[in-house]
Structure formats: C-alpha cells, structure tokens
C-alpha cells in the first residue's frame, strides 16, 4: 500500500501493491482464501478502508478498493450505521463558524412527550455537507429528532433526522416541499424566510408527532413488593412462585421505595450460602421510580444506568406503588413499533355491532364506574377471540357462523371486582352474590336483556366479574392457589394464546386489544399453541379443551404444543373424573361433538381415560342419528344429553369395563344406571328380536328407561331387535289393565297384600297378549287365579 521509507528486516515478506487502503489487502487473501467473516470483523476491515480512503473519495482510491468494500458488504454483512458512528470528518473553517450559530441558537421542544431540538443559521455564501454537522449535533444532544435551518443566499436549506418512528421527518419534509424518509429528510425552501419556515415547522411538528409511549401503556398493575429486612430465601421463593426476575424493595412504613432487586443478585447470595441474610445487603439501593405519565424512555434510561430489569411505577412521585415495567414490556413495545402489521387494534365498533344496544351501553357504564374506582375493566377469552374471526371470516358466511361469538362474557377487573358489581347493581338494581376470598361477583339484572343486535333471541340474565389473578399449582394436576394479579398475568395463566386476548372497556381507551403473548398472529395461522412448556402439566385437562377447539375452529396443534401434549399425555391419569367428565360434556355439547373426539381418540386421550374408547366411522354415524336423526322415532321428543353420547361411547363394553369406566368418571348413580340398562338391553338383544309374546317383550323392556330405549336403539345393529324396541315403544310400554288395586279391594273385596301383584302382572301381561279385552274377561281371569 505505501513504498517502505527503510529496508524491511531479513525474515520479512513484502508484497507492494497499489490500492488506497491497506485493508483492502487483507480483504483479498480473506476473500481468494474463502474465509467467512463475522459482521463485527467486516465492519471493521470496512472502517479501515474508509478512513484510508476518505471514504472512497481520495484521489489513490483504486477500483480495488470499492470492490473490497462492496464484498465486505455482500459477503460479510459489515454494519454501515455501526461504521458511520465511528468514522470522523473534520470540520472546515466555514462549517465551524456555522456549526456555532447552530449550537448558540438552539431550542429544545417537548412535543408529545418527544425532545426535538432545532438549530438555526444565517449565512451569506452556499455552505457544503450541511447534513454532517446535523450528524454531530445529533449524536452530541441526542434527541427524539433533529432540524437544522440554515438560511443562504436566496434560499432556506433543512437537514432532519429522527431516532424513533413517531416523527417521521420524511413526511414533515414533504409538507414542506423536500423529500425523504421517515429517519432522515431535507428540503430546499425558496421565497421564504428563515422564521417563517421555522413558524411552519413548528406547525407541523405538533400536527404531525405521534404522542410518545407512556408508561401507563405498557405497565402491568398490582405490583408485588419485598421488605428491605425480608430474606434472601423469601426472595427466591417469591421470584419462583411468579417468575419474576426482581422485585422493588419497599420501606414497609412509609411506602418509601429504597431499591430493587433481582434473580442475579439473589443467586449470586444464594450460591454463597446466604439464604438467611436480608435483601438489603444485596439489592440495587435507589429511589427508582416512574409514574404513569411518564415516557417509556424514562423507564429505559433507568435501567440502563441503573442496570436494572424491572423499574416499580408510583401513583405520584414519592407515592405508593401500583405496577412495574420491565425489559419485557420495552422488548414488546418495540416489536409492535417495528412490525405495523401487528399494530393495536380497536374493536369498539365490531363490539357494537355484535351486541344488542341495552348490552354494550351496560358494558359503557361499567368500564365508566371501573375507572372512576381507579380500575381497569376488560373483556377476555373466547369472547374476543372470536370477534376477531368473525371480522378474518366478514367474506365467508359458512365461516362466520361457525366462529359466532358465545353466548358468555368473560369480564376480568384490575381492581376490585366486587365493589364495581355493587356500583352497577346500586344504580341498576338486581342482585350480587360475591366471594371474597376469589374476588368474584356475579351480578344478577332485575330483567334479562337481548344478548345479540341481531335478535336471536338469546337473552343475558347475569354479568360474572372476576379480579385480576394468577394462578399456583402445588403439584402436576392439582386445582390451582389463587391470588390477586395484574390483567397480564391474569392472561398468562389462560390454557391458550388464542384465548389470551383482551378488550378495554374503559372509556378512554374502549375496545382497544390487549394481545400480550402473540393470540393474533395464532388465529391468522389458525394454531392451538399453549402460553409455556408446562401447561399440559399444571392442568392436564387443557388437553381435552385442545380438541375442543381444534374441530369447532378447524384449527390445529402448533407443532411444539402437539410434542408436549404427547409428553404430557398420561397425566390425565391423575385428574379427577368429575374433572374429565365435565370436559366431555362440553365437548359433548359441540355443534358437532364428533369431530373433537376423533381429535381426541388421534391424539391417544381417550385411550388413557379409559383403553375401551375410540372413535369410528361407526360411532361417528351414531353420534349424529343421536343429534338430528330422531325425528321421525317414538323419541323424538327427546333431547340428546351428554350421558347419551357417553352410553353410545361405551356401547360395546364389557360388563366388568363400563363399571371401570363409570367409576373412572365417578358418574352420578342415574347416570350409571342408565349406561347399564343400555348394556342390559344390548347384551339380550337376540332375546328381544325373539320375544314371539308381547307380555315376553314387556317383562325384558320395561325395566329401562325411555332414553336407554333410545340409546340402544341408535347402536343395535340388530334390525329385529330394533323392530321390537320400536313396537315396545309406540305400543306396549302404557299399557295397563282396566281393573287396578282399588278395584280388586272396593269391588272384588280381597284385601292387600302380595296376591295383589300377582293378579295385576298376570293381568297386564293376558292384556298384552290379546287373552283379555273387557272388564268382564278381566274379572274372569281374576277369578281363575284366585280359584
């Protein structure tokens, strides 16, 4: 690169060659070499040639060192913005003397909670690189965003950059007749003077700048807190119990926060054998705080000077805390800042076309009442989720009445959910019954109201509010340990992400969606995916509700919840039938229940709940005759229950197996007798198709109930049997004879006893058969038997 001014030493290999960089050099073995680059390491060698080259401008610039530069680029992924940080051109004497106008002159703005500062200059010649010194004062004052107006000769020149996508100077730049994009923008003004183009920027700036992020935005309420004295083993329990990374530190007496602390530090005492001493020794000692208002660049300003994760949030400065941010909320907020598609969205208007108009007012005055309590009203769960198919399936008809919002709201309070259904029943009337020690409160109205706009004519009679909480499972399939939480957590501990999304309802932000743990992108992948690994093992049933939705919803398991649930599978074993059982009924009470058992039975479930079930081509054929095939039998007044489909479940069981099975699900005695007499009835179904007698049939019949009857009569695959069952049905079960008990004492004088039963079963059965017709015959065969 440069000709040696003295002899090389004797071991030394010398290679002269003309380029303008020495790094250009090293660029070309690495690359005939094919040897691979970091980025950092690219970045570097392509620093190197700049500053050699003046950035590719000096006069011993060489083809090849552009072409080094450019391979940098393609095949190394060198970081151009890393690069320009570093690199450094001196000012001439020109630019230096405008470079102080600039400074002298200099106002700071906070718009929209955005510092924008704005440099100005008059100067009597054309001046060069006007946008290098917009470069130097932007990284020495480092604001939101950046305008530089320099007056010359017959025309005003403004240089912007901007650090964050809520001012778009591209856009400002254009208003104004210059060009650009949203990070960085000029624009030549002719015919206009230096404060007149100021006054118009001014303008446009506050027309123009998104309002900045608040805290409040972001935060998650109801923060949980330790005391300076408290243990470092009471920390770590609490840390493993929530899954938070830190805590703030609080003075119990004043309310003063005197620090914060975090799993780092805890484990770092921990591995020191430190479990007995106070977190005071170790926790970040400070008075770290945000409140509301606030912007979220003074929460990450926080933490990194501070290096903390977690920065507590006070109702005022100085004040008691109510929620914390932490990285993982910045890390949120700037992924939806940097992704528009998954912007927030606002369903006020869908849920007020969805519900009838005395509802949504009612959900008005409700989330009004939340906020005047200092809390926060939401709608969650299924209910929302399905709002937002129905707006996917807006084309689709087929689609959007199989995804029609359910008939249940599912209201979560960050607050006090108790006091706000006495508020709403105080000016409403009706009833509340509450549970203190869950938070929960159903309000009962004085009247029903229509549920749906489009009159369907489902009514609502009553609105259940549950507080904010999360949840603790002991032990792999034990009912869960409630507490008081944020509506995050309250979310967190839901059984998927599709269920997890939430709608405000407070007035100033209504209809706004809550989707904390990716619900959206799901449901446009149409995927079943739990919230974390040990979902399946905290509350195994959530396997059951899996299948549910995958057939009402035609989604599908994403592929790692698919691997966990077959690791999780044979825990099932220890869920409590009753558990189980109501599961079944829900599933059971589908539209078309069919579909999410044979999801159940592919996915190996109902094997574990008992090895006799499966799901056939037969079965399914059985199912549906039982839901919409009875029209035109002696049952078709009767409703098909949940029992019902569980009897044709287990229709060919074993005696010994259905008993398991009942005991397994720990079904009600009526319940279990009629899985029985469906077995009875399928077990002697030749001797039924073979009953010649009527009063034969009658004695095997009509021992069972009409809904075994039925049930048996949808599974035999015995057409005789099924015949007589029929003809049982329509024809012998109410018959009676004409002379009853009363008769055979006023009128025959015989007194009661167990004669009685005798002669009234011979009775019935000599009028079933034909023997008999009239009283008189009646009262001869009475007098026969008693002969």
């Known amino acids: 690169h440069h000709r040696p001014h003295r002899s090389p030493p004797a071991n030394a290999v010398v290679s002269l060659t003309e380029t303008g960089a020495t790094a250009t050099l090293l660029v070309e073995q690495i ?77 700071t ?78 624009a030549l003004l002719k015919d206009r003077s230096l404060s007149d183009c100021h006054a118009e920027l001014l303008r446009l700036l506050k027309l123009q700048v998104r309002p900045a992020v608040m805290v409040q935005e972001i935060m998650s309420r109801g923060a949980r807190t330790l005391s300076p004295a408290d243990t470092v083993r009471r920390a770590a329990e609490m840390m493993n119990r929530y899954g938070h990374e830190g805590f703030p530190v609080v003075e119990p007496e004043s309310g003063r926060i005197v620090g914060v602390i975090s799993r780092r530090e805890i484990d770092k005492a921990l591995r020191h054998k430190l479990d007995g001493a106070a977190i005071a020794q170790f926790m970040t000692a400070g008075e770290f705080y945000v409140t509301p208002t606030d912007s979220v660049d003074a929460v990450q300003t926080l933490m990194v000077e501070h290096q903390i994760g977690q920065v507590p949030v006070v109702d005022r400065p100085g ?9 993982t909320d910045l890390i949120n907020l700037w992924h939806k800042t940097r992704h528009p598609t998954d912007r927030q969205l606002n369903l006020a208007d869908q849920l007020r076309r969805t519900l009838s108009a005395p509802l949504f007012r009612l959900l008005q005055q409700a989330g009004q009442l939340a906020a005047s309590q200092g809390d926060t009203l939401y709608l969650v769960g299924g209910f929302v989720r399905d709002l937002l198919l129905m707006l996917e399936y807006e084309n689709d008809p087929a689609a959007r009445e199989k995804t029609s919002p359910r008939f249940d709201l599912d209201l979560v309070v960050e607050g006090d ?7 709403l029943q105080a000016r409403n009337r009706g009833r509340v019954v509450s549970h203190q020690r869950f938070g929960t409160a159903k309000w009962i109205l004085e009247n029903p109201i229509p549920f749906h706009a489009n009159n369907s004519g489902v009514t609502l009679a009553s609105l259940d509010f549950v507080t904010a909480r999360t949840e603790f499972y ?30 405000n309802l407070n007035p100033d932000r209504l209809g706004e969606l809550l989707d904390f743990y990716g619900g959206q992108n799901d449901l446009r992948a149409r995927l ?25 919803l035609d989604f599908k398991l994403e592929e790692r919840t698919a691997e966990l649930l077959e690791n999780a599978r044979d825990l099932l074993e220890r869920v409590s039938g009753e558990r189980i059982f109501n599961e079944l009924v829900l599933i059971f009470r589908e539209r078309s229940p069919e579909k999410a058992l044979r999801v159940l039975d592919q996915l190996g479930i109902l094997a574990v709940i008992h090895p006799g079930l499966m799901m056939d081509d037969w079965l399914e054929a059985r199912l549906r005759q039982l839901r919409g095939g009875l029209a035109d039998t002696p049952w078709a007044g009767i409703s098909p229950q949940p029992i019902h489909y569980l009897a044709l479940m287990a229709f060919f069981l074993a005696r010994d197996e259905l008993d398991t099975l009942m005991q397994r699900l720990n079904l009600r005695a009526d319940q ?22 009527n009063s034969t049939l009658y004695h095997l019949l009509a021992p069972t109930s009409d809904e075994a009857r039925m049930v048996a009569w949808i599974g035999l695959d015995n057409e005789a049997a099924r015949g007589k069952l029929v003809h049982f049905q329509t ?52 007098e026969q038997i008693l002969a």
Do not use: C
């Open 31 to 107: 690359r005939d070499r094919h040897l691979s680059l970091t980025p950092l390491e690219a970045t570097l060698l392509l620093l190197g040639i700049y500053e050699d080259t003046g950035s590719l401008t000096y006069v011993g610039t060489t083809p090849r060192d552009l072409q080094a530069a450019a391979w940098l680029l393609a095949e190394g992924h060198a970081r151009l913005d890393i690069a320009r940080d570093y690199l450094n051109y001196p000012m001439s004497d020109i630019q230096r003397e405008l470079y102080r106008q600039l400074v002298d002159r200099l106002e």
């Open 109 to 186: 703005h906070t718009i929209y909670g955005h510092t924008v500062i704005i440099g100005q200059a008059s100067v009597p010649h054309y001046v060069e690189e006007i946008s290098t010194l917009a470069h130097r004062m932007r990284d020495l004052y480092r604001p939101d965003a950046l305008f530089v107006l320099v007056e010359m000769v017959d025309h005003v020149q403004m240089v912007a950059r901007s650090t964050t996508d809520a001012i778009d100077v591209g856009r400002i730049a254009r208003f104004m007749g210059g060009g650009g994009h949203a990070r960085a923008a000029a």
């Open 319 to 327: 004040g008691k805390v109510i929620g914390i941010v932490t990285r």
């Open 417 to 423: 959910a108790i006091a706000l259904a006495r508020q």
């Open 474 to 503: 002991e032990h792999p399939s034990a009912l869960p340990e409630v507490e008081r939480s944020s509506i995050r957590q309250d979310l967190h501990r839901r059984d998927f992400t599709i269920n997890t999304l939430a709608l």
């Open 528 to 552: 079943i995916r739990v919230l974390h690994s040990l979902s399946f093992v905290e509350d195994p049933t959530r396997m059951l509700r899996a299948a549910r939705l995958i057939a009402r």
């Open 672 to 693: 279990r007798k009629l899985l029985r007499q469906v077995y009875t009835i399928r077990r002697r179904d030749r001797e039924i198709a073979a009953a010649e007698k």
């Open 731 to 782: 024809t012998l079960r109410n018959v009676e004879p004409i002379i009853n008990g009363d008769y055979l004492k006023e009128e025959m004088g015989l007194t009661p006893g167990p004669l009685f039963r005798t002669i009234l079963t011979r009775l019935r059965d000599a009028r079933l058969d034909g023997e008999v017709l009239t009283l008189s015959d009646e009262r001869r065969l009475v």
